[in-house]
């Protein structure tokens, strides 16, 4: 089993900072992209950002330049960094991993239970 535990949402101001939190345990044989996505009420799940087994990173044009995605390979950990947050940045937060699991070494996608985010106005 392939656990991700999601930590760090939370009810914010416009303006203000969160920093989002991910570790994954279990049956992990390698990971290797990571990523966070969000879902607004009534819209569908989207891509906020992404960062490779190499360190690159890839984000949404709507965040670009205030949020910021990095990853502790040692804790098979990653983060995101929220800065200068809006309302429309309210959604709940997903966790994803793409992994090789110890048994089987087929790569598969984890996803996270979810963390609300909610950025007032």
């Known amino acids: 089993q392939v656990q991700l535990v999601e930590s760090g949402g939370g009810l914010v101001q416009a303006g203000g900072s969160l920093r989002l939190s991910c570790a994954a345990s279990?049956?992990?044989?390698?990971?290797?992209?990571m990523g966070w996505y969000r879902q607004a009420p009534g819209k569908q799940r989207e891509l906020v950002a992404a960062?490779?087994?190499?360190?690159?990173?890839n984000y949404a044009i709507s965040v670009k330049g205030r949020f910021t995605i990095s990853r502790d390979n040692a804790k098979n950990t990653v983060y995101l960094q929220m800065n200068s947050l809006k309302p429309e940045d309210t959604a709940v937060y997903y966790c994803?991993?793409?992994?090789?699991?110890?048994?089987?070494?087929?790569?598969?996608?984890?996803w996270g239970q979810g963390t609300q985010v909610t950025v007032s106005s």
């Open positions: 960062i490779t087994s190499g360190g690159s990173t």
């Open positions: 994803n991993i793409d992994a090789r699991h110890t048994s089987t070494y087929v790569l598969r996608h984890y």
């Open positions: 279990g049956s992990i044989f390698s990971i290797n992209a």
